[in-house]
């Protein structure tokens, strides 16, 4: 039995062991609006989206089996927490390694 936990915690990622193309992937979906957006958000609000959607989504499962729809919503959901979250940090480290 596959526990929630491992699921969140990286059981959904679907890189199919090639990391980069992944991440390519993931990098090709975001839009310039969002990662202003994204941008301009503070490390809280990062945290309350976080425990939002894991509210909304993570434990809400009907029954003790996991649907398909179940798993494939929550493989949409962890490509656009990582991301957003890859949007953050190169801003974070843009922000912070730049020299004045």
């Given amino acids: 039995m596959v526990s929630l936990q491992y699921l969140w915690d990286g059981g959904l990622i679907d890189w199919q062991g090639y ?36 509210l909304k989504s993570a434990y809400n499962v009907e029954k003790k089996s996991l649907s398909k729809a179940y798993i494939e919503r929550g493989q949409e959901i962890i490509d656009f927490r990582l991301t957003q979250a890859g ?10 390694l730049t020299i004045k």
Wanted: overall charge positive.
């Fill in 87 to 96: 949007v953050r940090l190169a801003h974070l480290l843009n922000t912070i």
């Fill in 19 to 54: 990391l980069l193309k992944y991440a390519t992937r993931l990098n090709g979906r975001v839009l310039e609006s969002e990662i202003f957006s994204w941008n301009l958000s503070a490390v809280a609000d990062w945290a309350n989206d976080s425990r939002s959607m894991t």
